[in-house]
T-cell receptor, first 116, second 111 residues
């Protein structure tokens, strides 16, 4: 059973540029959520998508956006990159249906973004 | 606002010893997760605790949940070097559909 696939694994971008990260969830999982991990702030929730709808958003500026496609694959976009956006970006896949959510979250390998 | 506090943040222990990592959270929750992270790697799911009194064990690790005390523990028995990693607890509350993580406990097992 394939896991959660994130691409690319590594990215180096310049301040002011924009970047798009991709996440393919486990087959059958309809929820994808995104997290940012930095040494200073730890793991922070960005947003969650289910059936192409954003259901929840964390406390991040509007430069951070995302979307989900009909096949449940998700992308997140960061515009006008700042040095502080350098982080490991993790996506998590979950069954997370409208009913009981007993199956937990499986994380991808992450995309390490470096802004220079 | 939900807060999740782990302690200790750093733990250095000898092989063969036992120790416990604590995870306190500030609001009612019905799901608590433990993850392991190796340097430069992603999060590996260890345990999902779904109800008060839940106890799960895998190898040298045992996790428990007390929802009344809003406390989860991760107990390490007879530590071995391979357990060296950072351990995170995370709480999933109601309809929030998001995980709130603790700061992590960096565990180093010394020979």
């Amino acid at each position: 059973k394939a896991g959660v696939t994130q691409t690319p694994r590594y990215l180096i971008k310049t301040r002011g540029q924009q970047v798009t990260l991709s996440c393919s969830p486990i087959s059958g999982h309809r929820s994808v959520s995104w997290y940012q991990q930095t040494p200073g702030q730890g793991l922070q929730f960005l947003f969650e998508y289910f059936s192409e709808t954003q259901r929840n958003k964390g406390n991040f500026p509007g430069r951070f956006s995302g979307r989900q496609f009909s096949n449940s694959r998700s992308e997140m976009n960061v515009s006008t990159l700042e040095l502080g956006d350098s982080a490991l970006y993790l996506c998590a896949s979950s069954l997370n249906s409208q009913g009981p959510r007993a199956y937990g979250y499986t994380f991808g390998s992450g995309t390490r973004l470096t802004v220079v | 606002e939900l807060k999740v506090e782990q302690n200790p943040l750093f733990l250095s222990m000898q092989e063969g010893k036992n120790y416990t990592i604590y995870c306190n959270y500030s609001t009612t929750s019905d799901r608590l997760y433990w993850y392991r992270q190796d340097p430069g790697k992603s999060l590996e799911s260890l345990f999902v605790l779904l109800s008060n009194g839940a106890v799960k064990q895998e190898g040298r690790l045992m996790a428990s949940l007390d929802t009344k005390a809003r406390l989860s523990t991760l107990h390490i028995t007879a530590a071995v070097h391979d357990l060296s990693a950072t351990y995170f607890c995370a709480v999933d509350t109601g309809s929030a559909r998001q995980l709130t993580f603790g700061s992590g406990t960096q565990l180093t097992v010394l020979p």
